[in-house]
């Protein structure tokens, strides 16, 4: 499997796209959201294959001194990032209520929440260290004046931001769309970051319900308002499980801003060490 440059960035661009869609469960709905995470796997797996040889080379001569320090932060981050994917994605088959429908909540729920917010965190890292690369990749392979393809991507930028501020200011005014979970309409990383850290306490309200066999549809059924309704004999309640483009766009602007703008401020601290850096190897 052969890439150049430009075709791996193009290619980790669209696994970035549907990454941000697969952190949005609420605008996706379930099945919808189970789908995209397989094919962000299969994103995944092909972004392993056509890295191997860096993977291997510098896992091979990780405790060499040969390797400078910023590489071995490069490799480690990736290591974590790769954890971090393995216990969402495996923690994603055990709570899955449609594509294999183990639908184990209790342990599993909180792990696939917590992971995610911290994958986040390391992916926004990752991609402000290869932030060099890219820019010099962009330069070199895309047949515009560079000046013309920063103001497209300052562009872009401003329009993700101002989706993900209105994302993040609407889910705090309008009430919850799911009357079970207390989800917000709108996805936003905020969102996953409190809902996180209220997980670590342990199980939240619904799944302990379910977990104890009050959660049917009876006892529903008491706490539920007009438009709402049960599927599956009670294993999935709220309001209907109904795509939303436009409430997903919003979501998925949000993450990807925030990613964006997190791998920006990585990108600036990184192009400054390195500067720093180089006076003292020429001096050596």
């Not at 919808?32 to 392993?48: C, D, N, S």
């Given at each position: 499997?052969?890439?150049?440059?430009?075709?791996?960035?193009?290619?980790?661009?669209?696994?970035?796209?549907?990454?941000?869609?697969?952190?949005?469960?609420?605008?996706?709905?379930?099945?919808?959201?189970?789908?995209?995470?397989?094919?962000?796997?299969?994103?995944?797996?092909?972004?392993?294959?056509?890295?191997?040889?860096?993977?291997?080379?510098?896992?091979?001569?990780?405790?060499?001194?040969?390797?400078?320090?910023?590489?071995?932060?490069?490799?480690?981050?990736?290591?974590?990032?790769?954890?971090?994917?393995?216990?969402?994605?495996?923690?994603?088959?055990?709570?899955?209520?449609?594509?294999?429908?183990?639908?184990?909540?209790?342990?599993?729920?909180?792990?696939?929440?917590?992971?995610?917010?911290?994958?986040?965190?390391?992916?926004?890292?990752?991609?402000?260290?290869?932030?060099?690369?890219?820019?010099?990749?962009?330069?070199?392979?895309?047949?515009?004046?560079?000046?013309?393809?920063?103001?497209?991507?300052?562009?872009?930028?401003i329009i993700m931001l101002s989706c993900g501020i209105y994302g993040d200011i609407i889910s705090k005014i309008q009430p919850s769309q799911n009357q079970v979970t207390g989800r917000p309409r709108?996805?936003?990383?905020?969102?996953?970051?409190?809902?996180?850290?209220?997980?670590?306490?342990?199980?939240?309200?619904?799944?302990?319900?379910?977990?104890?066999?009050?959660?049917?549809?009876?006892?529903?059924?008491?706490?539920?308002?007009?438009?709402?309704?049960?599927?599956?004999?009670?294993?999935?309640?709220?309001?209907?499980?109904?795509?939303?483009?436009?409430?997903?766009?919003?979501?998925?602007?949000?993450?990807?801003?925030?990613?964006?703008?997190?791998?920006?401020?990585?990108?600036?601290?990184?192009?400054?060490?390195?500067?720093?850096?180089?006076?003292?190897?020429?001096?050596?």
């Amino acid at each position: 499997m052969k890439f150049n440059y430009l075709s791996k960035i193009l290619f980790d661009l669209i696994m970035l796209v549907l990454l941000a869609a697969v952190y949005c469960a609420q605008p996706t709905t379930i099945p919808v959201h189970e789908y995209i995470g397989l094919a962000v796997y299969i994103f995944f797996i092909i972004h392993l294959i056509y890295n191997y040889k860096w993977i291997i080379n510098v896992g091979k001569k990780f405790f060499d001194k040969t390797v400078g320090k910023r590489i071995k932060v490069m490799y480690s981050i990736d290591l974590l990032l790769v954890v971090a994917f393995i216990l969402i994605g495996f923690s994603g088959v055990m709570i899955s209520h449609v594509i294999f429908k183990f639908n184990r909540m209790s342990v599993w729920r909180p792990l696939h929440s917590i992971a995610s917010a911290i994958s986040i965190i390391l992916l926004a890292i990752h991609i402000g260290l290869h932030g060099k690369m890219i820019i010099n990749t962009v330069k070199t392979k895309v047949k515009l004046p560079f000046i013309a393809t920063k103001i497209i991507a300052l562009v872009v930028f401003i329009i993700m931001l101002s989706c993900g501020i209105y994302g993040d200011i609407i889910s705090k005014i309008q009430p919850s769309q799911n009357q079970v979970t207390g989800r917000p309409r709108y996805e936003t990383v905020l969102a996953l970051f409190q809902r996180s850290i209220n997980l670590l306490s342990g199980p939240p309200e619904y799944v302990r319900n379910r977990m104890a066999g009050s959660d049917t549809p009876e006892y529903v059924r008491g706490r539920m308002t007009e438009g709402d309704s049960v599927i599956n004999g009670g294993e999935r309640q709220g309001p209907p499980n109904v795509f939303s483009v436009n409430t997903l766009l919003i979501s998925v602007s949000n993450y990807m801003a925030v990613i964006l703008l997190c791998s920006i401020i990585v990108f600036i601290i990184d192009s400054r060490i390195r500067k720093k850096a180089r006076p003292l190897s020429v001096a050596e």
